[in-house]
């Protein structure tokens, strides 16, 4: 069965910092997409940053990064110089069964401070 | 603009009435989903279909229906919705993965259910 594990419910980072997010997965298939999506508090679902499993390099989009580990089952969030705006619920998620199963991760909400 | 559509965005009802939650995406997507959302259990999938005429059950589709007789709509159908039926619904679509696309899901707005 796929599993996403996000282990913290909530964060706090003060703005300009970086900040990490954690996510650890777990599936059987050799072939997977990793994915974050952003919830702000209106509510909806905004994709940040994907992760192909045979993407030998780390992914980056604008100020997010993933930290891509195949080994250890993980796909953790970087976001860098935080800001006010990020402030929002993240999660993680996985795409597997050639494209018809996605599971998503409890999520993990970040509060960015003055 | 590509977009997901749902309808309503909310809703108040009552135990056992019948309710349909639209969904229309303009993308021409062959994958639309639909999920629940729940404080502290994240988002769970109900049903999927992979194309017309072909659905199939998520992780939670007990109380729950879908057809899919055209590519753009999958509505969601609570024959007989139950208070624990109550829930942040949302629809998403994408391409089928593969090595021209991630398998990027569009979601929707949601459609927050209240069953009393």
């Known amino acids: 069965a796929q599993k996403i594990t996000q282990t913290q419910p909530g964060m706090f980072v003060q703005e300009k910092e970086a900040v990490t997010l954690d996510c650890t997965y777990d599936t059987s298939d050799q072939s997977y997409g990793l994915f974050w999506y952003k919830q702000p508090s209106s509510g909806e679902m905004i994709f940040l940053i994907y992760?192909?499993?045979?993407?030998?390099q780390n992914a980056t989009e604008g100020r997010y990064s993933l930290n891509f580990q195949k080994a250890r089952k993980s796909a953790n969030l970087v976001i860098s110089a935080s800001q006010l705006g990020d402030s929002a619920m993240y999660f993680c998620a996985m795409r597997t069964g050639g494209g018809n199963k996605l599971t998503f991760g409890t999520g993990t909400q970040l509060k960015v401070e003055l | 603009e590509a977009q997901v559509t749902q309808n309503p965005r909310y809703l108040i009802t009552v135990t056992g009435k019948k309710l349909t939650v639209t969904c229309s995406q303009n993308?021409?997507?062959?994958?639309m989903s639909w999920y629940r959302q729940d404080p502290g259990l994240g988002l769970r999938q109900i049903y999927y279909?992979?194309?017309?005429?072909?659905?199939d059950k998520g992780d939670v589709p007990e109380g729950y229906k879908v057809s899919r007789k055209e590519k753009r709509n999958f509505p969601l159908i609570l024959e007989s919705p139950s208070p624990n039926q109550t829930s942040l619904y949302f629809c998403?679509?994408?391409?089928?993965?593969?090595?021209?696309?991630?398998?990027?899901?569009?979601f929707g707005e949601g459609s927050r259910l209240t069953v009393l």
């Open positions: 279909s992979m194309n017309v005429e072909v659905t």
């Open positions: 992760q192909g499993s045979y993407d030998e």
């Open positions: 993308m021409n997507h062959e994958y």
């Open positions: 998403a679509s994408s391409l089928r993965p593969g090595q021209a696309n991630t398998g990027e899901l569009f």
